[in-house]
Nanobody, 120 residues
Framework: QVQFVESGGGLVQPGGSLRLSCVAS????????TGWYRQAPGKQRELVAA???????KYADSVKGRFTISRDDAKNTMYLQMNSLKPEDTAVYYC??????????????WGQGTQVTVSS
């Protein structure tokens, strides 16, 4: 059973940047769609960004142009570069893989997530 460890969250002012990292406990990203989700208080978990084989990407409309997803398959690591952060980006961010064609995770297995708080 794979485990995910997310890191890189924190408190940042509006307009600031953060880079999140996700490490999988075993080699599994190659040839799979992987992605980041987030869950804000009182809201459902939502897809933030997904990446397939390091080339094809998908972003939630709310983060397009501000967030960039990438990954290093050799390191079993996925990243989320977040720029121009807004208070509405405040949430716990999770990674997951594999992700199905409808962008739901294939397995309901989640790490502890990493908290991102955007506030002045």
């Amino acid at each position: 059973q794979v485990q995910f460890v997310e890191s890189g969250g924190g408190l940042v002012q509006p307009g600031g940047s953060l880079r999140l990292s996700c490490v999988a406990s075993r080699s599994m990203f190659t040839n799979l769609r992987t992605g980041w989700y987030r869950q804000a208080p009182g809201k459902q978990r939502e897809l933030v960004a997904a990446i397939s084989s390091g080339i094809s990407t998908k972003y939630a409309d709310s983060v397009k142009g501000r967030f960039t997803i990438s990954r290093d398959d050799a390191k079993n690591t996925m990243y989320l570069q977040m720029n121009s952060l807004k208070p509405e980006d405040t949430a716990v961010y999770y990674c997951n893989a594999p992700i199905l064609s409808d962008y739901r995770p294939a397995y309901d297995l989640w790490g502890q997530g990493t908290q991102v708080t955007v506030s002045s």
